[in-house]
């Protein structure tokens, strides 16, 4: 999977690949969502001549945990770039509440996203970091990110930078960064990559907790634990194609 890192000097640094389309719904999702509601209807795309996705089809709402299982390279990360809008699509339509992505908005105007190995300032703390997210669109304070950075079990006082955190660590504040605006859409890709056991049961507790609140949320995860612990409905994807979909 593509790596998300944010590279340079403070908050003036340089922010390169996917780090910085996860920075375009910071800075232009300001509006908030009313229900949740995300739709795709035969959404296709192909890369240098490869079909990524074909044909997906999707209704969604809000209150529920949709699980995503398929192989590496499968397009379950490709499939949630798309949902986004981090990575516009060839053919097909993606509705969110009746409005058309890349039409109506050009990335989900409520979304908190987790994306394997995303990465922050490396020479920020974690509450710098998540600060620094935050005051680009201008919703929540210090209390709301302290809140996130504790729920996932990390002190928001801790004055290591991003750059001398552990994986788990780095995971965790990932966490921490896609649910602390309480948006309306939040997808997790490998969610509990790199956790202990503690970690693992914390994020757990985060997302049903996100689900309780009403989110729509996406999870694809390699851990069949997750999907069975956390997903209503799950879709099995194959060569870009939802191949089946099973009520849990």
């Known amino acids: 999977m593509a790596s998300m890192r944010i590279s340079g000097n403070g908050s003036a640094g340089l922010v ?11 800075k232009k999702g300001k509006e908030k969502g009313i229900m949740m509601e995300l739709n795709a209807d035969k959404v296709g795309k192909r890369i240098r001549g490869k079909v990524i996705l074909s044909d997906i089809c999707l209704n969604m709402r809000g209150g529920q945990i949709y699980g995503f299982v398929g192989e590496n ?8 770039r798309a949902l986004s809008g ?19 908005f050009s990335v989900l105007p409520s979304l908190g996203i987790v994306l394997e190995n995303a990465g922050l300032y490396p ?27 504790e729920r996932v079990g990390l ?13 788990g660590m780095k995971q965790r504040l990932a966490i921490a960064q896609a649910v602390m605006e309480r948006p309306d859409v939040i997808m997790f890709d490998e969610p509990t990559n790199s956790l202990d056991e503690n970690g693992v049961e914390r994020v757990r507790e985060v997302i049903l907790a ?3 609140r009403g989110a729509l949320i996406l999870l694809a995860s390699h851990n069949k634990e997750d999907i ?7 879709y ?3 060569g870009g194609q939802i191949s089946n979909e099973e009520e849990k």
Not at 73 to 80: E, I, P, R
Not at 228 to 234: E, K, S, Y
């Open 236 to 238: 099995r994807i194959r």
């Open 155 to 167: 002190d928001p006082h801790d004055k290591r930078v991003y750059g001398k955190y552990s994986l």
């Open 123 to 149: 020479n920020l703390t974690g509450m710098q970091n998540l600060s620094y997210l935050a005051k680009l669109k201008g919703q929540i304070g210090t209390a709301e990110i302290q809140e996130a950075i």
């Open 210 to 212: 996100e689900k309780e």
């Open 228 to 234: 069975r612990i956390l997903a209503d409905h799950l």
């Open 86 to 104: 981090l990575m516009s699509i060839d053919t097909g339509t993606i509705t969110y509440n009746g409005k058309v992505l890349h039409r109506d």
């Open 16 to 26: 390169s690949g996917a780090g910085q389309q996860v920075l375009q719904f910071y």
């Open 73 to 80: 390279g499968s397009g379950k990360t490709m499939l949630f």
